[in-house]
T-cell receptor, first 113, second 117 residues
Framework: DAKTTQPNSMESNEEEPVHLPCNHSTISGTDYIHWYRQLPSQGPEYVIHGLTSNVNNRMASLAIAEDRKSSTLILHRATLRDAAVYYCILRDPLKNQGGKLIFGQGTELSVKP | DAGVIQSPRHEVTEMGQEVTLRCKPISGHDYLFWYRQTMMRGLELLIYFNNNVPIDDSGMPEDRFSAKMPNASFSTLKIQPSEPRDSAVYFC???????????????FGPGTRLTVL
């Protein structure tokens, strides 16, 4: 699975939107982009995933660049509970059929009241 | 469903002792994963199982580590003998993933914090 690059940390104010970037310049055509987050003292939890089109769910939105070399996780209104480490992970379901996740260092998001 | 259950939540042991970590996956999930998290190395996949069979154990650090899944509802990760560098948080996760599917939601347990003195 290709590598991703994320900023080590970001800050946000409560109730403001947050855009978390992820670069994946070596992404292959069959790599899916997955986002997980890890709240303090908890295991990671799934946030969202996509291939080419932008995706929305109840937690967040995923905006994927047209060339797919980068993507952005969007939290529309950050809350204090969104303070966590956010991981951007690529996975090719054809090559990685078992679904194992390779975590990078992620982005530590802090939210200020 | 109670989610993925891990026990114990905290374990403190002395170097050289055997440690056994336990995991109960979500019922109906076919895949089970063991991860380790440290400040230095982040989250690392150790091993994963499909239908109780180990598929990839390339992340297991050395022969001191072993993992088993005797049935669909139980898995263990054993360290024998334990060393201080094994101190970490160990996570178990399960997934209903269908082989080859792009959908990859893994459900993680709360982790076991292991301290080896």
């Amino acid at each position: 699975d290709a590598k991703t690059t994320q900023p080590n940390s970001m800050e946000s104010n409560e109730e403001e939107p947050v855009h978390l970037p992820c670069n994946h310049s070596t992404i292959s055509g069959t790599d899916y982009i997955h986002w997980y987050r890890q709240l303090p003292s908890q295991g990671p939890e799934y946030v969202i995933h996509g291939l080419t089109s932008n995706v929305n769910n109840r937690m967040a939105s995923l905006a994927i660049a047209e060339d797919r070399k980068s993507s952005t996780l969007i939290l529309h209104r950050a809350t204090l509970r969104d303070a966590a480490v956010y991981y951007c992970i690529l996975r090719d379901p054809l090559k990685n059929q078992g679904g194992k996740l390779i975590f990078g260092q992620g982005t530590e998001l802090s939210v200020k009241p | 469903d109670a989610g993925v259950i891990q026990s114990p939540r905290h374990e403190v042991t002395e170097m050289g002792q055997e440690v056994t970590l336990r995991c109960k996956p979500i019922s109906g999930h076919d895949y089970l994963f063991w991860y380790r998290q440290t400040m230095m190395r982040g989250l690392e996949l150790l091993i994963y199982f499909n239908n109780n069979v180990p598929i990839d154990d390339s992340g297991m650090p050395e022969d001191r580590f072993s993992a088993k899944m005797p049935n669909a509802s139980f898995s263990t990760l054993k360290i024998q003998p334990s060393e201080p560098r094994d101190s970490a948080v160990y996570f178990c996760a399960s997934s209903p993933l269908t082989s080859g599917s792009p959908y990859n939601e893994q459900f993680f347990g709360p982790g076991t914090r292991l301290t080896v003195l």
